[in-house]
């Protein structure tokens, strides 16, 4: 991918300058909005690879500008925000932002979230190219078809419920999945909780990680939820214990 376009969303001139300027300096192309109503037309007429989006803009929500833009689009949006409760956080992910970062913020830790969407849209594109039905992560490998895994060349024997969310997970590599939403997508949201969802996760690491402590697959974000991380991806974001 040659010279990736970055569509920046801030109504702040100093913090977008920042932006702007780090991202100049690492050689992405970029456009700017100040407004809700500028990014929604931004984003259509300029077909960015990846939108940094502030929630605090002054006509619109930024959660709902989510919801507007994951009606037609599913490049990656990295959430750059002062909201640092969880109930933001998890609200912004529900609606389809990708990673959440909150200000103040660093410049590299900015750059590596980039980095990390830009593998994911690499390999996304790459992906329809290949046979959909298998996935490879590493070491690990998950044929949809057949309904097996393997890890390091030996399959390794899931639970219904463990192979559910390993191919939930996997079907969303690098994107942050709430509790609520893997509730909802496994078990329609009535049949199990959060407790319940732990015991479960930490059941299918002990399978597919060789250290369940030190979790080379998935990473848990504590009170928010979980992320299948793509192998290379993992040192940029110590994994908190689950």
Same mark, same amino acid.
């Given at each position: 991918?040659?010279?990736?376009?970055?569509?920046?969303?801030?109504?702040?001139?100093?913090?977008?300058?920042?932006?702007?300027?780090?991202?100049?300096?690492?050689?992405?192309?970029?456009?700017?909005?100040?407004?809700?109503?500028?990014?929604?037309?931004?984003?259509?007429?300029?077909?960015?690879?990846?939108?940094?989006?502030?929630?605090?803009?002054?006509?619109?929500?930024?959660?709902?500008?989510?919801?507007?833009?994951?009606?037609?689009?599913?490049?990656?949006?990295?959430?750059?925000?002062?909201?640092?409760?969880?109930?933001?956080?998890?609200?912004?992910?529900?609606?389809?932002?990708?990673?959440?970062?909150?200000?103040?913020?660093?410049?590299?830790?900015?750059?590596?979230? $980039? *980095? !990390?969407?830009?593998?994911?849209? =690499?390999?996304?594109? &790459? /992906?329809?190219?290949?046979?959909?039905?298998?996935?490879?992560?590493?070491?690990?490998?998950?044929?949809?078809?057949?309904?097996?895994?393997?890890?390091?060349?030996?399959?390794?024997?899931?639970?219904?419920?463990?192979?559910?969310?390993?191919?939930?997970?996997?079907?969303?590599?690098?994107?942050?999945?709430?509790?609520?939403?893997?509730?909802?997508?496994?078990?329609?949201?009535?049949?199990?909780?959060?407790?319940? $969802? *732990? !015991?479960?996760?930490?059941?299918? =690491?002990?399978?597919? &990680? /060789?250290?369940?402590?030190?979790?080379?697959?998935?990473?848990?974000?504590?009170?928010?939820?979980?992320?299948?991380?793509?192998?290379?991806?993992?040192?940029?974001?110590?994994?908190?214990?689950?």
């Amino acid at each position: 991918m040659n010279k990736p376009l970055i569509l920046v969303v801030e109504d702040d001139k100093a913090i977008r300058k920042l932006i702007t300027t780090t991202l100049e300096t690492q050689g992405y192309q970029y456009h700017t909005a100040g407004t809700g109503e500028g990014s929604i037309l931004e984003a259509v007429s300029k077909q960015p690879d990846i939108m940094i989006l502030d929630l605090g803009l002054p006509d619109m929500d930024g959660v709902d500008i989510i919801k507007k833009v994951r009606a037609w689009s599913n490049m990656p949006i990295i959430v750059v925000s002062a909201r640092s409760e969880d109930r933001d956080k998890i609200d912004a992910l529900d609606a389809g932002a990708d990673d959440y970062l909150t200000k103040p913020f660093s410049v590299e830790e900015l750059l590596a979230r $980039l *980095r !990390v969407s830009l593998r994911r849209v =690499r390999y996304d594109r &790459e /992906k329809l190219q290949k046979d959909a039905s298998v996935f490879t992560n590493g070491n690990l490998k998950i044929d949809y078809a057949a309904g097996c895994t393997w890890l390091d060349g030996e399959e390794i024997h899931l639970t219904p419920i463990e192979y559910k969310l390993l191919c939930l997970l996997a079907k969303n590599v690098g994107k942050v999945l709430t509790h609520n939403f893997i509730l909802h997508e496994i078990w329609g949201g009535f049949a199990s909780d959060i407790p319940a $969802l *732990r !015991v479960f996760m930490a059941t299918l =690491r002990k399978k597919i &990680e /060789k250290t369940p402590s030190q979790p080379k697959y998935i990473q848990t974000h504590i009170g928010v939820g979980y992320r299948m991380l793509r192998v290379g991806d993992e040192g940029n974001f110590p994994d908190p214990k689950p």
